[in-house]
């Protein structure tokens, strides 16, 4: 398989299509297949209308609009919040993912850790994968560069030199890159949130010590592919025909200044074969932190065949 070329011709293979999730086809059996209205449903208790919060998330990261303002939380800027008086900081976040499969009774986790700049869209993660079904296996952990329409990756499976990059044109995949990468683009997460169709305030709770608003609800992922920046519509345009079902359900968790600190996404496939849930969880801190990425120089990306394991 050409990496560069790559197009699944169905959304649960888009899923095994790459190293990261052959690991998943690996061990949770998915290398055969996979399986309202505009008007929110929003809570006085939430304050601010909760659609409008919700589809303010992506914009208040980036730094392009602010968030409530009215409220103060405590804490360190570049930790869990701002302390009276400072001045709120966005723009770039660290940033930890899990990505959960299930399928034929299988679970199988990837998680990630890095940090993500919003303002350029893009991010630097390092991607651990679970062990072979026999546990005997171990696997190097891949190293991810995400950046508008590509996703770079070192490490990356049988065939391709250590010192090379694979790359892949997000815009190809049949999902867009939500979930191949085993990691869900931290923007591509937020801006799936403009396409929320019903959203309902749940409660005011804690998450790792900082006041959070809890929002569950439903996105379109065509919607949302309407609503982005020109930046993510190509990959969003992308998961919208490749999805068979374009509604996702979320839970979104905004702190006080209107930052997403957490957001879980509950996408299906159910093409040929059983049913296969992937559960996508990010979760942001350390807002402003500096973040530097290289993209790698076109001698440095690998072009040949990977081999399947």
Not at 42 to 55: P, T
Not at 101 to 121: L, N, Q
Not at 175 to 184: I, R, S
Request: aromatic share 4%; hydrophobic share 40%.
């Amino acid at each position: 398989m050409v990496v560069q070329q790559h197009r699944s011709g169905g959304g649960a293979r888009a899923v095994c299509a790459l190293a990261v999730v052959g690991v998943m086809a690996a061990t949770a059996g998915c290398g055969g297949g996979g399986g309202g209205g505009d008007r929110a449903m929003a809570d006085e208790r939430g304050g601010a209308d909760s659609l409008d919060a919700v589809h303010r998330a992506a914009a208040v990261l980036a730094g392009t609009v602010t968030g409530t303002g009215t409220a103060t939380v405590t804490g360190s800027a570049h930790g869990a919040g701002a302390g009276a008086g400072d001045r709120v900081v966005a723009g770039s976040a660290e940033v930890r993912t899990s990505m959960e499969t299930a399928a034929g009774g299988t679970r199988v986790t990837i998680r990630g850790r890095g940090t993500y700049d919003f303002r350029h869209r893009t991010g630097r993660l390092t991607v651990v994968l679970p062990k072979d079904a026999t546990g005997e296996d171990e696997h190097r952990p891949i190293i991810e560069l995400l950046a508008p329409g590509a996703l770079y990756m070192m490490n990356r499976g049988a065939g391709v030199p250590a010192d090379k990059w694979v790359r892949v044109d997000t815009t190809t995949l049949e999902d867009g890159n939500l979930v191949t990468g085993g990691v869900t683009d931290p923007m591509a997460a937020a801006e799936l949130l403009l396409g929320a169709r019903q959203v309902t305030y749940v409660e005011r709770t804690e998450l790792a010590g900082v006041t959070v608003r809890h929002y569950r609800g439903v996105s379109d992922i065509g919607r949302a592919a309407r609503e982005v920046s020109p930046e993510s519509r190509g990959a969003l345009a992308a998961a919208a025909k490749g999805f068979r079902t374009h509604t996702v359900p979320f839970d979104a968790y905004l702190d006080e200044q209107g930052r997403l600190r957490k957001v879980r996404l509950r996408f299906s496939f159910a093409n040929e074969g059983p049913a296969v849930e992937v559960v996508s969880t990010t979760l942001l801190y350390g807002f402003g932190v500096p973040v530097t990425v290289r993209l790698p120089d076109d001698s440095d990306i690998y072009t040949g065949k990977i081999q399947q394991r």
